[in-house]
């Protein structure tokens, strides 16, 4: 099945640096999410995007729906050590919101 | 608050067994969806379920069923497991009429010796 384009594959900073990770696809997206997993727990949501340049926050985090509907940016400020996890885009094509489409995820490590 | 449970964090079985991971969720969604999730390939859907009784493959469907009597359980079964099965399994529901999000359970670690 199709992918999206995830990157970075993995992330390793200091406590109190920001981070930024993106989403990329081949074809339209009319709705981009972000989830975080932690170690041993299932995905929650972050985010929601629903329109293009759309810009939403949620605490230190910030996501947005690229302009062109094939990518999204999550940025994350001040990197906390429970910001610790695997992130996740994932997205609905255009005309199908049955089956979200998902990245393979980013690998944050964040050492105090 | 919705909540997905699912019946095993953890389970062992060997191979050839018949294995059925079982998920609820009390929100009375109508979608369910089974995942496995392997390191570096991120999450693969197995099957999906839109209504009870009401199902349809995903991308990795060979080698599982599924089943849906009741709208608030789905379950996800390997009909002869395989070491290749070994995973991370989730499931996830979801209000089609309310919005996208997927909630999903803790996860079932499966290991197939």
């Known amino acids: 099945g199709q992918q999206l384009n995830q990157s970075p594959q993995s992330m390793f900073i200091q406590e109190g640096e920001d981070v930024s990770m993106n989403c990329t696809s081949s074809?339209?997206?009319?709705?981009w999410l972000w989830y975080k997993q932690d170690p041993g727990e299932g995905p929650v949501l972050l985010i929601a995007?629903?329109?293009a340049g759309e810009l939403t926050s949620n605490g230190r985090l910030t996501a947005q729906f690229g302009i062109t509907r094939k990518d999204s940016f999550l940025n994350i400020s001040a990197s906390i050590p429970s910001d610790v996890g695997i992130y996740f885009c994932?997205?609905?094509?255009?005309?199908?919101?049955?089956?979200?489409?998902w990245g393979l995820g980013t690998s944050l490590a964040v050492n105090p | 608050d919705v909540k997905v449970t699912q019946s095993s964090r953890y389970l062992v079985k060997r191979t050839g067994e018949k294995v059925f991971l079982e998920c609820v969720q009390d929100?009375?969604?109508?979608?369910m969806f089974w995942y496995r999730q392997d390191p570096g390939l991120g999450l693969r859907l197995i099957y999906f379920?839109?209504?009870?009784?009401?199902?349809e493959k995903g991308d990795i469907p060979e080698g599982y069923s599924v089943s849906r009597e009741k709208k608030e359980r789905f379950s996800l079964i390997l009909e002869s497991a395989s070491t290749n099965q070994t995973s991370m399994y989730l499931c996830?529901?979801?209000?089609?009429?309310?919005?996208?999000?997927?909630?999903f359970g803790p996860g079932t670690r499966l290991t197939v010796t």
């Open positions: 996830a529901s979801r209000d089609p009429g309310f919005s996208y999000e997927q909630y």
């Open positions: 929100m009375d969604h109508e979608n």
């Open positions: 379920s839109y209504d009870v009784k009401m199902k």
């Open positions: 074809s339209i997206f009319n709705t």
């Open positions: 995007l629903y329109k």
């Open positions: 994932a997205g609905f094509n255009a005309g199908n919101n049955r089956k979200l489409i």
